[in-house]
């Protein structure tokens, strides 16, 4: 008899699951990844399922629409508890949708106003800390952290309380790194109290990984968690606490791909941009104009023919195709073509460069951005991931399931250590043998 999925995952964009999805692989749960709600409602075998929405900058009502759909068909799965992933720059504005969401899929479990959960980002390994509240960035505030210039989601408040409040109807609440560093009872007292006076939502402090897995325990009867990657910490060994569990010391074995490789690259972010200037150093790569492609600009075809000419080459090697820019080009592009049509106008090209890079024989690709990453398994018509190994901090390798897979490593723009190109194009190279 196959066993049922224990933990139910909705993410708001496509890197943000995998980086979930990689923290429960690290603590020895089978993971599949979904691209969107599945249309087929087959039992799929897995310890963890994360369904990987594009939800997170759409309008709130079509975020709470596409979160509830992925909530029905993972209870249709049989999952017992469910986890809700943004980012851990908590990626919104003051509209949402972490806030709209968050109230939904708690009246969806407990049909109850007084339902609770808790909020947590931190994710310690990646430099994002709770404190008090306040969301810090490495040393900076989260609004000093560059993320203030976010194109379509610029955080401007580090205080979680109050971002998460300008979002709900339903009260905010913290539970302080004073009770975190008490134990798990403590944090289950607070949250207790917490519910009592009426809050629904609790921002939790969190400032190393021991504190995510005091937080972890804390939830084991929660129904909804919320919160970045980070919090999936502590999940696992809950489940194999009350002898759900098994040990796999294989949770993250990946099939052998075949094929050539390329980087493609569309955030903005600090990390991306290192990331990119250090490829340019030594190996080849194309840039993305968006104005010359807003002006007709046959700029998938050059694309294609650059990366043609160095796969066909005596000694073939990988190329990068980026439209990674600084916050001053992404804001005079915006300034020409506005924010919306900017981004979709960069998303859409590459979604056709990585489609006609599949053609041209392309079987493992990098991909920067989680917008950018959304684009690209789509267009190349990605159902579900297996989610093998991590290759940094909240970026797994990962295969397309089925009889042609294709070998992906989908990075958060914020991610990866400055040559995390080279280290995942290799990763991937060690899984095709």
Not at 106 to 114: P, T, Y
Request: hydrophobic fraction near 45%; charge should be negative.
């Amino acid at each position: 008899m196959k066993s049922k999925p224990l933990l139910g995952c909705i993410a708001d964009d496509f890197t943000g699951a995998t980086d979930l999805a990689n923290m429960l692989v690290r603590g020895g749960m089978r993971t599949v990844q979904t691209i969107g709600v599945p249309a087929a409602s087959a039992p799929i075998e897995a310890d963890a399922l994360v369904v990987a929405l594009k939800s997170r900058t759409v309008e709130a009502g079509d975020a709470v629409r596409q979160s509830l759909a992925a909530l029905e068909w993972l209870r249709a799965q049989g999952c017992r508890q469910f986890f809700f992933k943004y980012c851990s720059t908590f990626d919104s504005t003051d509209r949402g949708n972490i806030g709209p969401v968050t109230d939904a899929l708690l009246n969806a479990l407990s049909g109850s106003a007084e339902a609770f959960t808790i909020a947590c980002p931190a994710f310690p390994e990646n430099g994002r800390t709770v404190y008090r509240g306040h969301l810090f960035v490495g040393d900076a505030l989260l609004n000093e952290s560059g993320m203030e210039n976010h194109p379509l989601t610029p955080m401007t408040d580090a205080n979680l309380v109050r971002v998460l409040q300008r979002q709900t109807s339903s009260r905010v609440g913290l539970v302080r790194h004073s009770d975190v560093m008490q134990g798990a009872e403590a944090v289950r007292a607070a949250m207790a109290s917490l519910g009592s006076s009426g809050v629904r939502v609790a921002i939790a402090d969190a400032v190393s990984d021991e504190d995510l897995y005091t937080l972890g325990a804390a939830c084991a009867d929660l129904s909804l968690i919320t919160g970045g990657s980070g919090l999936a910490l502590g999940l696992p060994a809950n489940f194999r606490r009350a002898g759900l569990l098994d040990e796999k010391v294989d949770a993250g074995g990946l099939q052998r791909v075949e094929g050539a490789a390329v980087v493609l690259a569309g955030s903005a972010s600090k990390a991306t941009n290192a990331q990119v200037a250090a490829w340019r150093e030594s190996r080849p790569s194309f840039r993305i104009d968006p104005l010359a492609v807003a002006r007709g600009e046959s700029v998938v075809e050059q694309a294609l023919a650059f990366a043609r000419k160095y796969m066909h080459a005596e000694n073939p090697e990988p190329v990068l195709i980026y439209a990674t820019a600084s916050p001053e080009q992404v804001k005079a592009t915006q300034r020409e073509l506005g924010v919306t049509e900017a981004g979709e106008l960069v998303e859409r090209t590459l979604a056709s460069i990585a489609r006609g890079l599949h053609l041209q024989g392309v079987r493992k690709f990098v991909v920067a951005g989680g917008e950018t990453s959304g684009a690209v398994v789509q267009a190349l018509d990605v159902r579900s991931l297996r989610i093998g190994e991590q290759i940094d901090p909240g970026v797994p390798a990962t295969t397309t399931i089925g009889d042609e897979p294709i070998a992906l490593a989908l990075k958060s723009g914020n991610f990866g250590t400055v040559d995390f190109f080279s280290k995942a194009l290799a990763h991937l190279e060690g899984h095709a043998g």
